[in-house]
């Protein structure tokens, strides 16, 4: 199948989405989409798959003129659209959710056996270790990936458009993702594919075609390109993909973990950071980063050994409340599920920590909520229209802005940024960093937990390096590689670090505290 589109234009009020837009895509063939937040590419996406209307322009498919008033119309023409919020049911099994929502019927019962054999037989010719049975709960986030795709072939789909499909994968999922891609590669289905990650799309992709501002910038063979050369077309100017970090003067410590253990996902953790230091903590699946810090604030109550120490002063916060009076501030991962709110304003969004502060007895001062907010909307450069709208009307970098301000103005000594960049693009990524650096340089102790080796070379003083659960090493100056922290994580040494001091270690490269 060839899949043609040609001078797609939408608008939203007055807001210009896309404007004359060309796109194509030929079976066996994997195009990357590629464009800041708000370039338009979802919508173009939207547009194809039949959940919007174009307000001009035509689709073709193998040269015929179609049109696709619904997402069944879209379906039905044999194109499938697998969002980065995935439409399985958790509490279903995994054949269910083949065959939802149209279960055949033997007589007035669901044909089990049928759809247990159907998506066996599926899955055995695209070498997927999946059990049909198991309920989709069970499964990690890379498995259902693949039961997405899997199931979009079970609907003859010869069009794939997958949105960020890596987003929220750890290294051994993408692979697992990719490996699939492949695989669909070889039976000739196309497939566009939709991220920020370059490194993903020069290894992936045979084209690229980016969007800027809702207009056709560029597109091409991915062979010839570079990364620096797509990020450029992104944004629209020169951006460096390799930027290093030049750390700064560090004031006094502010927050120490003495010997922290909770028996499951962290074991005799200790730590220190320092007043305008950016800490990185780094690792591969299971290596406990995101366990350890949410017990520190508290989200998981005090279900832990050891101390935590903020100034010199033992604290046990047992709840997030309680942390942020001890000076904590905690951005999660995954922002659309653990911290925005889709259905309060950008403002509220932005001031949720400390809303209690705009009451005047019964009254709720809306005049000084909105000035703290608007300070934060300068110093972070929030990009919106009016305050008042849905945070859901913001791009991702901007709404990551948002989940920032809220922790800002409840003036945290420490910032704790679980994967901070998470779905945002090129520019609005350096932005991110620029504002961290920012934040450290006033004084603020900035913990970045990423799995990214770039994003802590470009934006940390030193990173700690986590091994199951375990702090394996640390890296710092010339150390601070991809390769010291893949050895390190992979479990290459087995040195554990004390909380300061340190010596280092020849064979891996990094420095061992």
Known sequence: MELSVKGICKSFGAGNVLDGVDFSIRGGEICALLGENGAGKTTLMNIIGGILPADAGEIRIDGRLVSFPTPAASRQAGIAFIHQELNLVNDLTVYENMFLPAFPHKGPFLDRRLMIDKTRSLFERLGLDVDPCATVDTLDASYKQTVEIAKALMEDASVIIMDEPTASLTAAEIERVFGMMEKLKQRGIAMIFISHKLDEVMRICDRYTVLRNGTLVKSGPVSEVTPRQLASYMVGRDVSLTKQHTPAACGDEVLRLEHLSDGTHFRDVSLSVRAGEVLGVTGLLGDGHSELFGSVFGIWGSRYTGRILMDGREIRPASPAEAVACGLAYLPKNRKENAV????????????????????????????????????????????????????????????????????????????????????????????????????????????????????????DRSLVMYHGELVGEVRGETMNEQSMMYLAAGGSKSRPAAQGGTADKENGGTLT
Request: overall charge negative.
């Open 341 to 460: 709110i889709p259905d309060m304003s950008i403002v509220d969004n932005g001031t949720s920590v400390t809303l209690t502060a705009y009451r005047k007895g019964p009254f709720f001062d809306k005049n000084a909520q909105g000035t703290v907010f608007a300070g934060q909307v300068d110093d972070l450069k929030i990009k919106m229209s009016d305050r008042d709208h849905l945070i859901t009307t913001l791009s991702g970098g901007n709404q990551q802005k948002v989940m920032l301000s809220r922790w800002l103005i409840a003036g945290p000594k420490v910032l704790i940024l679980d994967n901070p960049t998470q779905g945002v693009d090129v520019g609005a990524k350096e932005e991110i960093y620029t504002i961290i650096e920012t934040l450290a340089s006033s004084g603020i102790a900035v913990i970045v937990l990423s799995a990214e080796a770039q994003e802590i070379i470009r934006v940390c």
